[in-house]
């Protein structure tokens, strides 16, 4: 699992040597942050915009597999998993907090390779590492993000806002997180059985990489701005499209309608589903993972929207009475049902 010929035992540096050692190369660049890794606590200012916090928990054998997940990918996921929440409220993320349990089997430098992704992530992003904690575990690996991030209060969007006629909107492409796990999963097996074998992985970069390092829709966000498009309601795709629309319309009290022809999938996403024997829309609507954007907009801003390419309108809202509904390609009508990834089922 480690590559590294020379390994130091963690417990010669001790819980602060590790903390010091780990965030030696963090720099604080945000204006925001008054004070970040060193005291108590971490200090912000934000002025006079609302304060958006999210926390995510990432659990060794529940949400990585670290037989094939980099641990630089791992540092990279964990942070933007967690930035994907504070873009899902149309807010801009400026801080993160990085905490780690592992076992004695990590030595020091698997450690310093999951904080190198974490930090590429933040640098990328503009956002500054304040603190965090590092504790021993009995249950494998285990890192908890915890994002800070700011909006005006105008501008947040809840997933609570969607209005009768809205548009029904998402980033870039779905399900292309799904099929990189199932391809991951299968050339896993096969070293399982043989560990001769090298994984087969040629030509599927963009759906391994969907799986392994999602990035975080920023550039949306900046999108919005720049046209001035304000979301009605907004949310990130982390648990399948069909989970998301459930949520977008039990907070907001209203109905949908879906149609599989306008939901985004890549070719790539595409082909090796059907190689897999799987339906595409099905990966889409219940996959997960692929931190797009799903959002709702008035109909009067059709006309910002229309001619964006990492912007696809794929239905519309409507009374809760009407339901809500799929119209699928043979123009037959489905209704919308969570098939989600669940974190609480057990695992086979």
């Not at 779905?174 to 399982?192: D, F, M, N, T």
């Not at 994984?199 to 046209?227: M, S």
């Not at 190689?275 to 609507?285: K, M, N, R, S, Y």
Request: charged letters at 25%.
């Amino acid at each position: 699992m480690f590559d590294n010929k020379e390994k130091t035992d963690i417990n010669k540096l001790g819980e602060f040597g590790l903390i010091s050692y780990l965030t030696k190369a963090v720099e604080i660049t945000e204006s925001s942050t008054i004070k970040g890794i060193g005291d108590d606590a971490a200090v912000l200012d934000f002025s006079d915009k609302k304060t958006l916090i999210s926390t995510d928990l990432l659990l060794e054998g529940i949400h990585f597999d670290l037989r094939y997940v980099p641990l630089k990918h791992l540092g990279y996921k964990a942070i933007q998993v967690n930035l994907s929440d504070i873009y899902a409220m149309n807010g801009i993320a400026s801080q993160v907090t990085f905490s780690i349990g592992l076992s004695s089997k990590f030595p020091l430098e698997a450690v310093e390779e999951i904080y190198e992704g974490a930090l590429i992530a933040c640098k990328k992003y503009n956002v500054d590492l304040i603190g965090g904690d590092t504790s021993a575990s009995v249950q494998g690996l285990v890192i908890s993000v915890t994002s800070i991030g700011y909006a005006k209060a105008e501008k947040i969007a809840y997933r609570s806002g969607a209005k009768e006629g809205d548009l029904l909107c998402v980033s870039g492409d779905l399900g292309g997180a799904y099929i990189g796990l199932q391809l991951l999963e299968r050339e896993k097996q096969v070293y399982l059985e043989n560990p001769n074998i090298q994984p087969d992985l040629e030509g599927k970069d963009y759906i391994v990489e969907r799986q392994l390092k999602p990035e975080a829709r920023k550039d949306i966000i900046a999108l919005f701005e720049d046209y001035d498009i304000q979301p009605n309601a907004m949310i990130d795709v982390s648990d399948g499209l069909a989970s998301e629309i459930i949520h977008i319309c039990e907070a907001s009290k209203v109905g949908c309608k879906l149609y599989e022809e306008k939901i985004p999938i890549d070719p790539m996403t595409y082909d090796t589903a059907r190689e897999f024997g799987l339906d595409p829309t099905i990966c889409a609507l219940n996959g997960g993972e692929d931190y797009e954007l799903l959002f709702t907009i008035p109909q009067e801003q059709y006309d910002k929207v229309k001619n964006q390419l990492d912007i696809t309108i794929i239905g519309y809202i409507t009374e809760e009475s009407a339901g809500r509904e799929m119209i699928s390609k043979s123009g037959h009508v489905h209704p919308i049902k969570a098939q989600g990834w669940n974190a609480f089922k057990e695992k086979e």
